[in-house]
């Protein structure tokens, strides 16, 4: 696709209307329209479909614990807060 149809195919999706057929469903949605709009639907579709994960957050609380301890019940939240983004800074969400 050239940049012209892709702009092209933005534009006619956005003056696109909501019907009462519209499926409320957003997979379902951008599944019924992958011909129509192939590129947006693609775009969709990967975002849509992007599986979930508790793994950062769960990864978070394991250090603010390791951090915040019954020895360390002084410090403040918003050190507690500079201390936990440096942390993951460092590591990079690993």
């Known amino acids: 696709m050239d940049s ?3 702009v092209d195919e933005l534009t006619t999706f ?5 019907t009462r057929n519209t499926p409320e469903c957003p997979l379902l ?4 329209k992958k011909d ?12 849509y479909s992007t599986v979930s994960s508790e793994t950062i957050c769960e990864r978070a609380f394991s ?3 390791r951090v915040v301890r019954d020895d ?14 440096s ?6 969400y690993k």
Do not use: G
């Open 14 to 18: 956005m003056q696109e209307k909501v």
């Open 36 to 47: 129509e709009y192939p590129l947006l639907s693609q775009i969709a579709l990967r975002v």
């Open 63 to 65: 250090a603010v614990k």
């Open 29 to 32: 949605y951008w599944s019924n």
């Open 72 to 85: 360390r019940h002084r410090l403040k939240p918003a050190f507690i807060e500079k201390l936990m983004l």
């Open 87 to 92: 942390y993951f800074h460092a590591n990079q």
């Open 4 to 6: 012209q149809s892709d």
